[in-house]
């Protein structure tokens, strides 16, 4: 049997490495940069919790709101929200309530003047009518004397002396009492005027008692509507409010609140680093500390213990181009974050 060999194709010679792709090369090293970035992260946030505070705060804006000094339903209400306004401009015009009436006084607070005033306008009822009568007994006169001409026709006596005493009387009597009368009025509207300035002066805003006039709510200050409560035609409680408004250039602070470990780094007129939702970021002074349990009048309790508190922080600007900033984030959540001192 013949047997035929094939050819060989078994070398001795090195062989040769696979090719390699550029994006595996790019792809091994990208995993390589992620996980030293993670690690580089991770020990950032480490150094950071050894060398600076961080929490949350919501910035707030000073605002007053207005409301009606007596029931009414609402006539007016020309301004709108966001619209801006002058002092003394008109929030809103209040029609008078059915039973529209003025608080009583205590009497201890009347003037006593008022007693006064009493008396003297007695006094001057008296004297007019004594006056009427002497008016009357004047007016005779003329006819007695015509029955003093018929008694002399007729030769009868009479005392003409009599007579003209009694008239002299008459007439200086009626004199003193036009000038007493004249007195007294003069007395009588200075007593009153003093008595309407003291009772203004206890009710100052006190309608007419006979009827009430449309209650005006003015602007105390120039400023901008944040918010109407109320619409035209609605109904408006005394003392509830109607709108909601707010100075021009207001107070605005942060109110932000911190773990209680972090209390030994904080100190009154620190600065501090905000930062906004936008990413925005700003300066601000911390002003005032306190427990998070002081604006609240009650602890809250859990398994017979009082719950921990944390710290509360008021944060104010740094100057006033930073309060104008924190002006167009009122009432959004911000973050807080200072260095240990």
Not at 155 to 175: G, N, V
Not at 185 to 206: D, G, N, V, Y
Not at 332 to 338: A, D, H, S
Request: overall charge positive; aromatic content about 10%; glycine content about 4%.
């Amino acid at each position: 049997m013949r047997i035929k060999n094939r050819k060989s194709y078994v070398t001795k010679s090195v062989e040769s490495f696979a090719p390699e792709k550029i994006v595996y090369k790019i792809a091994h090293w990208g995993y390589l940069l992620l996980l030293f970035s993670m690690f580089a992260y991770f020990i950032y946030y480490l150094y950071l919790g050894f060398v600076t505070y961080d929490g949350f705060g919501h910035v707030k804006v000073k605002k007053t709101s207005l409301s009606a000094v007596f029931d009414g339903k609402i006539k007016a209400l020309p301004l709108s929200e966001g619209q801006d306004f002058d002092k003394n401009a008109l929030i809103a015009k209040l029609s008078p309530a059915i039973r529209c009436k003025v608080e009583p006084v205590a009497i201890a607070e009347i003037p006593k003047e008022d007693k006064r005033i009493a008396q003297l306008a007695y006094d001057i009822r008296v004297n007019q009518i004594r006056a009427r009568q002497l008016k009357q007994s004047l007016a005779a006169l003329p006819d007695q004397q015509e029955q003093q001409m018929l008694r002399r026709a007729l030769e009868l006596s009479y005392d003409d002396s009599k007579r003209q005493i009694t008239a002299a009387k008459l007439d200086s009597e009626a004199f003193f009492l036009r000038e007493k009368l004249a007195v007294q009025r003069k007395m009588l509207a200075a007593l009153q005027q003093q008595t309407q300035a003291a009772i203004q002066a206890i009710i100052p805003s006190a309608p007419i008692a006979s009827t009430c006039l449309d209650e005006i709510v003015a602007a105390p200050f120039k400023g901008v509507v944040r918010r109407l409560l109320l619409q035209k035609s609605e109904f408006a409680k005394r003392g509830a409010p109607i709108a909601i408004v707010e100075r021009e250039n207001a107070e605005v602070r942060i109110e932000a609140f911190l773990d209680k470990s972090d209390l030994q780094y904080l100190a009154i007129g620190q600065t501090v680093s905000i930062t906004f939702p936008d990413g925005i970021e700003s300066m601000g002074l911390v002003q005032n500390i306190h427990s998070s349990a002081y604006a609240f009048p009650e602890l809250e309790w859990k398994h017979y213990e009082p719950l921990d508190t944390s710290i509360r922080l008021h944060i104010t600007p740094v100057d006033k181009t930073a309060a104008v900033l924190w002006r167009n984030y009122d009432l959004l959540r911000v973050r807080i974050r200072g260095d240990h001192q």
